[in-house]
């Protein structure tokens, strides 16, 4: 798939899911996943839960990277592909007035959605910005952490982003990053259909190949935990996109068999 029709694609997408014009045409974008029950079901704590604005949760997770990410008070955090802002307002709280948040997302509809959330959960200390996170709006080791959740998978070149998160942190700065990787390669017809690309399959790679992304950035104590698995990955899955691709996997396995969801962390 060529590279420029993938970003259009994708940011057209996520525009409508933002904009609630996407229902039951994306794993992403099914009432099951815009729910407590989902969010708990990947790791998030019902306290977490409390702390968002209505309209931040849009189901578009596949783990909870604050959990993993041990933040402390007054730290500076940003979230690659920042969505409504649901990560971003639980970091928030997580390291206080004297900390800050950056949201960074290439669709205006969800940069206008997590501002406007912002202002209705009066957040000071969370700010969103409109940028793609191959080229990030964000200066030279001014980060102490970088969380992204369900988002890299989606980038065409998974490398720059890596190196520009190495450049913006801060020397001891570190990772936690939550996203899809395969077990193993997908079918042909998986690979190139953009609609599994929108929903987080078709640009997933092996995880041993993420993890070797990870350390060539320049980034050292790297693992990559396999969390989970995705909801529209699973046989039974409601979601018309997810048993679309179930029929283009191979006879006698499920898509299951191919994607996860994995936590990767590193640090600089």
Do not use: W
């Not at 041990?70 to 709280?93: N, P």
């Not at 959330?117 to 957040?123: M, R, V």
């Not at 320049?218 to 409601?238: L, Q």
Request: charged letters at 25%.
């Amino acid at each position: 798939m060529e590279e420029t029709k993938i970003r259009s694609t994708v940011r057209e997408a996520y525009g409508a899911i933002a904009e609630g014009k996407a229902q039951g045409k994306s794993c992403c974008s099914s009432n099951s996943c815009e729910t407590g029950e989902f969010a708990l079901s990947i790791g998030y704590c019902e306290d977490e839960l409390k702390l968002v604005p209505d309209g931040a949760n849009l189901g578009l997770s596949c783990g909870n990277p604050t959990a993993f990410a041990k933040l402390k008070e007054g730290e500076v955090v940003l979230d690659l592909g920042s969505g409504a802002g649901f990560d971003c307002f639980i970091a928030a709280r997580k390291i206080g007035l004297a900390g800050t948040v950056i949201g960074v997302d290439m669709t205006p509809a969800m940069i206008e959605k997590a501002r406007l959330n912002a202002a209705k959960g009066s957040f000071s200390n969370v700010e969103f910005r409109l940028g793609e996170i191959e080229n990030l709006p964000v200066a030279d080791n001014c980060v102490d952490v970088v969380i992204s959740n369900c988002v890299i998978n989606l980038s065409t070149d998974k490398a720059r982003v890596f190196r520009e998160i190495h450049r913006v942190l801060k020397p001891g700065g570190r990772i936690s990053v939550s996203d899809m990787a395969l077990l193993r390669q997908l079918p042909e017809s998986i690979r190139q259909n953009v609609d599994a690309y929108v929903g987080c399959v078709a640009g997933a790679v092996l995880v041993d190949e993420y993890k070797k992304l990870v350390e060539e950035a320049g980034f050292g104590s790297v693992a990559a935990t396999i969390s989970g698995g995705s909801a529209c990955c699973r046989p039974d899955t409601p979601d018309p996109m997810g048993r679309a691709m179930q029929e283009g996997v191979e006879e006698g396995t499920s898509l299951e068999d191919y994607v996860v969801s994995v936590y990767v962390e590193g640090r600089k």
